[in-house]
């Protein structure tokens, strides 16, 4: 057959079919619009039902009855916790009270910008209100306190089973009121041309974090000077030196510290706390020598960074001022009858007090940590499970479950605090009104996971929030759990299981780690 026939027989068969389709579909568009008028004939007397109202997803957000950011958690009973009934609750109920002299003071005032955002809030007032009342003498009654008004709460970093503790405590100096061949090292107090924004000259202890400015004439700011220009002599002749030490390392344990103690040849002591700093981030010098190979990790403490120090003047004045941050002090009436200062504004108290993270914890909060540290020598393993107060911070001090503990002052707190590092339980204490275990069984449940099969015939996205990846780690733990195509996720609910952190100086202070 020609080309052109075949052509034409083509094009023919495709216009038949064309035109049986058309007939079929109408037929069948006519047959659909009959059966829904017969329908409406037949069943007029139904109620017309209402469109169900259109899924929210992902899952709604919802208040969570307590969260911490970063943390996991897990409500415990009293006989859980390890330890419990060992410990000296009548001490940490006078620490406890010392800190509720703060907070009831706030009492009746609206809750400050600075408890809004953390999972406490103010509601450390109510146990407060009742501890005020009670001049407890005897440790039953402290420890039955705690249990009514608290409820125990495991808490750690997400994903990891433990906290971290440091130590932190007062270093006693010998010093001068001027300067002499032997004590040339200042102490310096802030300078009136260090300026922080939102913060006035005479604001007392500026923050430990942030940016910090030196202001040129009316206007101009720039980063303020790091250690080594401070240390070469820049702010130096102002009449800003509130003493004179021996060592440069003196003076950078004391920063580390945050507060210290000189003792002047007359026999007097000058007691100084944490004022400000220069606003640059602080590096351990113990971690720079386990990083070059110079101290094991293992056998870090500040006993042995002293020692190098003092073996090696010229590397020495390197490795401080390869740590950039400088903190500035102001002088404090105390007594020696009196335990350092906190963040919190009270005294500590050597053993019961601890700083944590400021951005997470609320002062006052009650944290009972058990574990075993080295408290009696390097290589001793001391069972440690102890109710401390969370009454001063530091920069250093970073992260749910992170806590500098105090031991008061001189060589022996010294000696303690120097050589802890290491990993301990958690159990933070929640007042009763915000139990998480009865306030989360308020909370409606999440629709369950569609089946792989489901989720893969009807995929649901949200325009706006991103999608689950396609492999998701279980919450607490270490498996992957594989998921099909990418599905919105419900809203998360806090990890209830265990956690650490790194450390960082206390007390408002910037510093205060090897």
Partial sequence: MAPEA????FLKNSATALCAGVVVLSMFSLGAEAARRHYRSHHRHLPQLPAA????LPYPQLP????????QYLPLAWADVKGWSDDDHLAAYKTFRASCKTINAQTGAPEPKALESKALGGSLGEPCKVAKSLELGDDAKAKTFFEENFSPLRISRLGEPDGFVTGYYEPVLEGSRTQTDVYNVPVYRRPSNLFVRGYNQASVSLPNKGP??????????????DRGEIEDGKIAGRGLELAWLKDPTDLLFAQIQGSARIRFEDGTTLRLNYDSYNGYPYTAVGRILIERGIIPREEMSMQKIREWMTQNPDGAKELRRANRAYVFFREVNLSDKDEAVGAQGIPLTAGRSIAVDK?????????FIEGELPIESERARTPFHRLM????????????????????????????????????????????GLDPSARAAKLPVPDPRPSEKIAKLFPQTDPVKPVAPAAAVAQGKGDTVAVADPIPLPVPRPVIEPTPEPRRPAKNRPHRQQ
């Avoid at 109202?53 to 929210?56: D, F, V």
């Avoid at 969570?64 to 943390?71: N, V």
């Avoid at 910090?212 to 000077?225: D, E, N, T």
């Avoid at 530091?394 to 010294?414: E, H, M, N, Q, V």
Wanted: aromatic residues 10%; positive net charge.
């Fill in 6 to 9: 075949r052509i034409k027989v």
């Fill in 359 to 367: 951005s997470l914890h609320v002062y006052g909060t009650p944290f």
């Fill in 53 to 56: 109202p259109p899924r929210a």
């Fill in 64 to 71: 969570l009855p307590f969260e911490i950011s970063g943390a």
């Fill in 212 to 225: 910090v400015y030196r202001k040129i004439g009316r206007r101009k700011l720039v980063p303020y000077y």
């Fill in 389 to 432: 107060i969370a009454q001063d911070t530091g920069s250093a001090i970073i992260g749910p479950a992170r806590a500098d503990l105090y031991f008061g002052t001189g060589a022996d707190a010294g000696r303690v605090s120097g050589r802890l590092r290491h990993p301990m339980h958690f159990v933070m204490l929640v007042p009763k």
